[in-house]
């Protein structure tokens, strides 16, 4: 390649413009990418994906964003919470149809999100995981119970987040009382098995292309079973095995994701895959291992955002 031609490629690469959707440039996670794209020589626009709005046409699909048009983008990174998974998403979508490399595609997130199709895409790739039940009537209790192995269980509301909706039923009739609780309550929920050697810990890996770039264990508090940051679980550092590297990832290539935080169970029968996020935080895990994660998914994107290319598109 002409000499002139690599630098004209290589200004091209440090003059990117990126655009994260978060909606508060304040998190420690949004901050953190800002910094890193900003200390690298991109623009970074943070734009709220609630605030903006959409022209759909066949020609020239477009954002608007309080009264400006958003264009000339060559990446965007997703921070989208779940309470505005469908939204959020559909921004996303306009963004992809508009040319702009998404870090994680509309379609990866939404099987993410949704906890019952993301254990079913995992089963179907053959990835560790708790034997889990699902089921609709109050009537069938008995049964699933006995499908998941019996009390004690792990009872999970599909729509929580950070723990909330998680309770640890440890005998069988505390089981049947929440489980008809719940329904009762027209809520959808899912039985897993109690993986009681984990020991109220579990490893979150953080997965970046092919490759798990960070992991930390998270530990329950004492007499807490759940080990989210948010519910007072303390983080460090860990060494993982080959096998759960490989799981990771196999979890994160399963539902189309390009950053991904994977949270993995130490059982008697190996990693098993508890969830994938498609919007892992930044803070307890770059803490943790003293990582500068933010600055590894810049330069995941000065590496990929030229492809335009999206693993996923056209199946939308």
Do not use: W
């Amino acid at each position: 390649m002409p000499e002139e031609s690599m630098l004209h490629n290589l200004v091209k690469v440090l003059t990117m413009k990126i655009g994260i959707l978060s909606r508060n440039k304040n998190l420690y996670s949004t901050r953190r990418l800002i910094e890193a794209a900003e200390a690298r020589g991109h623009e970074v626009k943070v734009v709220d994906a609630l605030r903006c709005y959409m022209n759909i046409n066949s020609e020239q699909p477009e954002i608007h964003y309080r009264g400006e048009n958003l264009k000339g983008f060559d990446a965007i990174i997703p921070r989208i919470g779940a309470s505005v998974t469908f939204y959020g998403c559909s921004v996303l979508r306009q963004f992809e149809m508009m040319g702009v490399y998404p870090v994680n595609e509309s379609v990866a997130i939404s099987r993410s999100r949704d906890k019952l199709r993301s254990l079913q895409l995992l089963s179907r790739k053959g990835v560790g995981m708790p034997v889990t039940g699902f089921a609709s009537k109050p009537d069938d209790v008995k049964d699933l119970l006995e499908m998941v192995g019996g009390a004690p269980v792990v009872i999970k509301l599909l729509e929580g987040t950070q723990g909330i909706g998680v309770v640890l039923a440890e005998t069988r009739k505390a089981a049947e009382s929440v489980i008809e609780a719940f329904m009762g309550l027209k809520a959808n929920i899912m039985v897993q098995e109690y993986i009681k050697e984990a020991g109220g810990a579990d490893i979150r890996c953080f997965v970046l292309g092919d490759k798990v770039i960070a992991a930390m264990k998270r530990q329950a508090q004492e007499g807490e079973f759940r080990s989210n940051l948010h519910r007072g679980g303390s983080a460090t550092l860990v060494r993982i095995t080959p096998e759960e590297r490989k799981t990771a990832v196999a979890a994160a290539k399963s539902m189309g994701l390009n950053v991904a935080g994977v949270d993995l169970l130490r059982s008697s029968r190996g990693p098993l895959v508890m969830e994938v996020n498609s919007s892992p935080g930044l803070e307890g895990i770059e803490i943790a291992t003293g990582k500068d994660i933010a600055g590894m998914v810049i330069d995941f994107i000065e590496k990929n955002a030229s492809s335009k290319g999206t693993a996923t598109r056209g199946k939308g």
